[in-house]
């Protein structure tokens, strides 16, 4: 059976819904810009990214630190049912069931909380922040990542909507659908965050690919393929097949390569080239990354044209256009 292209996924099913959340203007292939030398600067994967951002700022704005500011942006996204790929209504796995993977990571405590495979809970983000400031681990999976977030005071919801059913449903019923266990379907929210003051921090939260073989965690739950953050260099995230980009830690390289040195868009691009060079095929990989380093200058890469990374930029107190990564390949 053929992988599941996540362009014909959002074509064929989600796509009116996930576009519909495209409310900010697309300006054509713009260079990753310098920040200025001060205040919150934030960097957001998609098109939803924008209004992830806005919270972010009032968060952060109304006194709250930046990690604060990270989960609550993303909290957006993922209490937003028209962005099927993330948080309440997430297309579910093969079996139906919403399963959830979200991390952050402080790049000052250089301390990062996460959760994998978390079913009924609608914000991710929110328990992986809780394992960073009540517990000494950092993941927790399944059963034990959803009674952790009962203790915590989260309630456990469902997770499907009548969109993301019917989904669910169509694929099912479809006698030629298309499935993992042969390869490899999903977007992320990815945030890379820095108060200005060299502080950084990384979140990212997603719903996986869809139809996921149940049980599977990949890039976005675990801690330096996802997402990372160092306040010594900077902080990156990922989003595309995280099947793939987990053999290669693609944040932690990203942020390594910073720490040498490499400005932001050099170290995106430099961990897309490196996939493609030690496997040719890679290149036709759905790969995206963002990153920022403690100066506030970003870089974003995607490998090609089949998933071109969309993302938000908030600066010098405002959203820029949404714009449009360059592509590697
Ligand atoms: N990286 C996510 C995953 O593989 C999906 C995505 O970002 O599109 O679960």
């Given at each position: 059976m053929e992988p599941i292209d996540r362009r014909d996924f959002m074509?064929s099913v ?77 297309v579910?796995?093969a ?76 694929w099912?019923?479809n006698?030629?659908r298309k499935t993992f266990w042969l390869k490899e379907n999903h ?22 690919l869809a139809f996921k ?28 097949n ?44 759905q ?43």
């Amino acid at each position: 059976m053929e992988p599941i292209d996540r362009r014909d996924f959002m074509r064929s099913v989600a796509g009116t819904a996930a576009l519909a959340a495209a409310d900010l203007p697309v300006t054509a292939t713009p260079q990753p810009a310098l920040s200025s030398s001060s205040g919150l600067v934030l960097l957001t994967t998609w098109q939803w990214g924008g209004k992830a951002n806005e919270r972010a700022a009032e968060v952060f704005h109304s006194g709250g630190t930046l990690l604060d500011a990270v989960e609550r942006g993303i909290n957006v996204i993922e209490d937003d049912p028209k962005v099927m790929t993330v948080g309440y209504g997430g297309v579910p796995n093969a079996d139906g069931v919403v399963e959830l993977d979200a991390a952050i990571m402080d790049g000052t405590r250089h301390r990062a909380g996460s959760v994998c495979s978390l079913h009924m809970i609608k914000n991710p983000i929110s328990v992986a922040r809780q394992v960073i400031e009540q517990t000494s681990h950092t993941t927790l999976a399944g059963e034990g990542a959803f009674l952790f977030a009962l203790k915590m005071g989260f309630q456990p919801q469902q997770l499907l909507t009548p969109e993301s059913l019917e989904v669910w449903m169509k694929w099912k019923a479809n006698p030629n659908r298309k499935t993992f266990w042969l390869k490899e379907n999903h977007d992320t929210i990815g945030m890379t965050a820095t108060d200005g003051k060299g502080h950084m921090v990384a979140g990212c939260s997603t719903s996986g690919l869809a139809f996921k073989i149940p049980g599977r965690v990949a890039d976005s739950s675990l801690v330096g393929c996802g997402v990372y953050a160092d306040d010594n260099a900077g902080a990156a995230s990922a989003t595309g097949n995280g099947d793939l980009m987990t053999n290669y830690c693609t944040s932690i390289s990203i942020v390594s390569a910073m720490s040498r040195g490499a400005s932001p868009q050099e170290a995106c691009e430099e961990i897309l080239r490196h996939m493609a060079k030690t496997d040719p095929k890679n290149r036709y990989a759905q790969c995206a990354v963002i990153a920022m380093n403690n100066r506030g200058e970003l870089g974003n890469a995607s490998m090609n044209d089949t998933m071109r990374l969309r993302y938000a930029v908030w600066r010098n107190g405002r959203n820029e256009p949404i714009a449009e990564s360059p592509t590697v390949y």
